[in-house]
Each structure stands twice: as structure tokens, then as C-alpha cells.
């Protein structure tokens, strides 16, 4: 009896796991998302393979930048949604150019 107990939460433990890999899997679907919101980037740091998408959606009544010093700059307007594919960097900081204490990471991953 005790025996059949102790498979059967195996089984239903196993089984979630797997329900909970597969959602991750089908809600990242190669798109990163970062809301800006309070002049912030959330999450401030996140990761990406080379192709992948990166998704910034503008929460504030006012327009912001994710810039690269010397790289890149995506221009995200109020209440809108920008995009940008990762290409091959080790790590990339990132920042607002109208407002620079909004800072932002994405880390590359093999």
C-alpha cells in the first residue's frame, strides 16, 4: 500500500515538472520581455542566445532608449513596444539616454 502511494506522487510530481518545463518553454518562444515602468527596466538583467529577441514594452507616459555605448540604440515610445536581436556578445549593458540612471544587462548564453 505504501508502495503505491509513494509511485503514484512520483507520477504526479514527474508530471508537473514536466507541465511546468513545457510552459516556460511555449511562454519564452525566443522573445525576451522587459517592461519599462518608473523609469526602470524589469528585470534589469536578463538572458538571451544569439538570435533571440529582446522586447521592450514602455509602460511610462514618456519615451526612453535602450542604448549601447558605442553599439546600438532601440527607441521605445510611450506605451509602445520595441525590438532588438541579440547578436554575439559576451554580456551587453545597456542604458536610457534621456534618462541614464535606467540601466540595463543582457547576458549572453551559449
Known sequence: MISGLLKRRQVLIAGAAV???TALTRAHN???HVKIEKLAFQPTEVEARVG???EWTNSDPFA???TVMGGWEV?????QKATHV?????RVDYYCRF????T?????RQ
Open 99 to 102: 534618462h541614464p540612471n535606467m
Open 75 to 79: 527607441t521605445i515610445p510611450p506605451g
Open 19 to 21: 507541465l511546468a518545463g
Open 104 to 108: 540595463g544587462r543582457i547576458v549572453i
Open 86 to 90: 541579440v547578436t554575439a556578445d559576451d
Open 30 to 32: 525566443g522573445t525576451v
Open 52 to 54: 533571440e529577441t529582446i
Open 64 to 66: 526612453h532608449t535602450a
